[in-house]
């Protein structure tokens, strides 16, 4: 459970004369209790996927899905701070917003946003801008000032994945921006837009393009950085003290974080591949028509081959828990999650270690999440149980 002092965000909001839907929670690293977010306004939102969950989870993708235009749905950004007063039964919520399409840290956003719909903004990090022109649609990454080389770069290391998947293409790009033209194809996050009878079929020739990718990827730059262990150890350890001052039970959880720790640091590495390094469903694209497509591939790198897959069955289970995904089909995603690493010489216990550490992540993740932290909690208290048990 939430510890009673938590500093965090109601689902709704006010702020600027208008009820606010929290959509994303992030902290801010160095300023304890300060979190930043991201809201819509408050008579927007209307549950798309049938489980109360926000259209922001599904729609922040740079690449898009250009067979099924989403809803406008404009997303504002800012921080949030809880004021306390002596003598008041509740503390004062405090909710501070960026003017529309801006961001201090962000400037290029003003001149892309113009014409176009945020539809992705963590503050001072990444926003997310969509362009329609008729039939055409874009859309364009924005970074604080230098920051697209990178984004660039990790473009380049993703080209491993090119041929067994699409990927977007690059229209433009300067120093902080990079636009990419929206890439066909339905996100296997999106149960409810592929029927019952597809759903093995995109998600076998998802992870059938996977596997031909990490057993034939060609040449990758020298400066393809290395994901191993201890990296994710680095990440997981790093959210753990994020979420640390807002849990109840914070030891019982940072002790199953220091056992999936160590349990990363046991597995050998001598097989690295290719690897997206953050996989999530909503990152395969399926299309009967085209073959799978994959986004947000910037951060790709070298990995062992139980960090994708582990992560992609983390998803699933996290999926059906908070009523995303039935058991039906988070079955048929496992079972072909498993038969992919069995194929490729991935062992059991490692992909069990990497999903583990996927799920204590999100977890922690979604512990600021005002919509998701019950079933934040819910998986916490699952996964600290079975630490105990073991």
């Known amino acids: 459970m939430l510890h009673p002092a938590a500093s965090l965000p109601s689902r709704i909001l006010s702020a600027e004369g208008t009820r606010w839907s929290v959509e994303r929670v992030w902290p801010v690293q160095g300023e304890p209790g300060l979190l930043a977010v991201e809201v819509m306004a408050a008579d927007e939102v209307d549950d798309v996927d049938g489980a109360g969950h926000s ?47 801006t961001d201090p840290q962000l400037p290029a956003l003003e001149r892309t946003a113009q014409g176009g719909l945020v539809i992705a903004h963590e503050p001072g990090l990444r926003a997310v801008v969509r362009h329609r022109d008729g039939t055409q649609e874009s859309y364009t990454v924005v970074l604080p000032d230098g920051g697209a080389a990178e984004l660039l770069a990790g473009m380049r290391r993703a080209q491993a994945f090119s041929g067994p998947f699409r990927l977007p293409r690059l229209i433009s790009h300067d120093d902080a921006v990079a636009t990419f033209q929206a890439l066909p194809g339905v996100s296997l996050h ?5 029927g019952a009878e597809a759903w093995e079929n995109a998600w076998d020739q998802s992870l059938d393009a996977w596997s031909t990718a990490i ?27 994020l979420t640390r001052p807002y849990i109840v039970g914070a030891e019982l959880f940072q002790a199953s974080v220091t056992a ?53 069955r983390a998803g699933a289970k996290w999926n059906e828990l908070r009523g995303l995904w039935d058991a039906p089909r988070r079955a048929v995603v496992d079972r072909l999650i498993n038969d992919t690493a069995y194929r490729n010489g991935v062992p059991a216990h490692a992909l069990d270690a990497y999903e583990r550490a996927a799920l204590l992540r999100l977890s922690a993740q979604f512990t600021f999440s005002p919509r998701l932290a019950d079933a934040a909690e819910a998986l916490r208290a699952n996964l600290v149980q079975s630490a105990h048990r073991s």
């Open 190 to 194: 999106r149960p409810h837009r592929i």
């Open 215 to 241: 057993q034939h990827p060609g040449e990758l730059p020298a400066s393809t950085p290395v994901h191993g262990a201890a990296t994710e150890i680095r990440r997981l350890q790093r959210w753990e003290a």
């Open 55 to 101: 259209p922001a989870e599904t729609e922040a993708s740079p690449a898009g899905t250009a067979d099924a235009p989403a809803p406008r749905r404009a997303r504002r950004a800012g921080h949030f701070r809880i004021q306390q007063h002596a003598g008041a039964a509740r503390p004062d919520e405090q909710l501070e917003l960026f003017p529309p399409g």
């Open 260 to 312: 999936a720790c160590e349990a990363l640091a046991s597995i050998p590495e001598r097989r690295m591949v290719p690897a997206h390094r953050q996989l999530r469903d909503e990152d395969l694209l399926y299309s009967a028509d085209l073959g799978p497509g994959l986004v947000k591939v910037s951060n790709a790198g070298w990995a062992h081959p139980a960090l994708d897959l582990g992560g992609l």
